[in-house]
């Protein structure tokens, strides 16, 4: 027997990764975006706050030399690598009547820490 402990609605967390879409210039801005509304999406399964503050770091991208480009960008693909199918399970637990709070917290974590090694990058943090 299953538990319905936290309700999310799957179509609300599609509006929140859509959100703003439209307003950013470059794929990689885009991509960057959509990065951050996966993760508040998955802030708001676990529970958490998200508070997005890299204003600055694809700009910070985009005018570094090759090298340090590089592994942001590949820094990126990761955590989209990541993240997708974390965050296409909890939708699916979701759906289904589950309780996503646990791997949610868990996939925060992961996403988190991940993102904080890419600001990380940046010079001040890529705010």
């Known amino acids: ?3 319905r402990t936290h309700s ?6 599609f509006d929140l990764l859509h959100r703003d879409a439209g ?3 470059s794929a990689l ?4 975006q959509s990065l951050g509304d996966a993760g508040r999406v998955i802030a708001s399964l676990a529970g958490k706050t998200w508070s997005q503050t890299d204003a600055q770091f694809i700009a910070w991208i985009e005018s ?3 090298d340090r480009r590089q592994s942001a960008l ?6 989209s690598a990541m ?3 974390g965050l296409a399970a909890l939708l ?3 759906e289904n009547g589950g309780d996503a709070r646990a791997p949610a917290a868990a996939l925060w974590r992961e996403f988190s820490a991940a993102r904080a090694a890419l600001l990380a990058l940046a010079p001040s943090g890529g705010d």
């Open 1 to 3: 027997m299953q538990h």
């Open 8 to 13: 999310f609605d799957k179509a609300q967390a």
């Open 23 to 25: 307003g950013r210039s």
């Open 29 to 32: 801005a885009a991509r960057w």
């Open 64 to 66: 570094v030399p090759h």
């Open 74 to 79: 590949e820094g990126i693909d990761d955590l």
């Open 83 to 85: 993240i997708e199918p």
């Open 92 to 94: 699916y637990v979701c």
